[in-house]
């Protein structure tokens, strides 16, 4: 549908991500953001923290499972897609309406940790039939010196059709 809103969060995964597969076999991977907003009290120069808000995410196909795979539950992720709201009604007939984020990117921020990007093989995935970069590893759970240790093995020295794998031979970027 065109001229849905898009929308940026970024905030703290309340679980892992959640991997299933629809009837036809198309996983799909589902996982809740909390953003909580901070404000400076100007008076007393103490951050406050304000309601919370729990955005329920969905992600489909080779890009559910990449993020079923690098996302864990705490982590704090950078998440842009449309926002979609869904009503129903309850048991009990009451009537209500969720927000939903469609996801078209989702991954790690860097404030506080450093992650390494294992590209997946295949080439497929993403929602837009996109590249298959992918977050690996563990993030610490600690303060400023969070980071991410790959899992797997690095394509940086491979070759390949990755440009950023290249040996370059000049300062300039590949593009």
Known sequence: MAGEPQITVIGNLTADPELRFTANGAPVASFTVASTPRTLDRQTNEWRDGEAMFLN???WRQYAENVAESLSKGM???VHGKLRSRSYETREGQKRTVFEID???VGPTLRYA???VTKTSGGGGGNRG???GQWQGNQNQGGGGDSWSS???SDRNRGGDDPWGQPSQSDEPPF
């Open 130 to 132: 996109g590249g298959g």
């Open 151 to 153: 899992s797997g093995s």
């Open 57 to 59: 995410c969905s992600v």
């Open 114 to 116: 450093t992650a390494k």
């Open 103 to 105: 996801v078209d990117e």
């Open 76 to 78: 704090q992720v950078i």
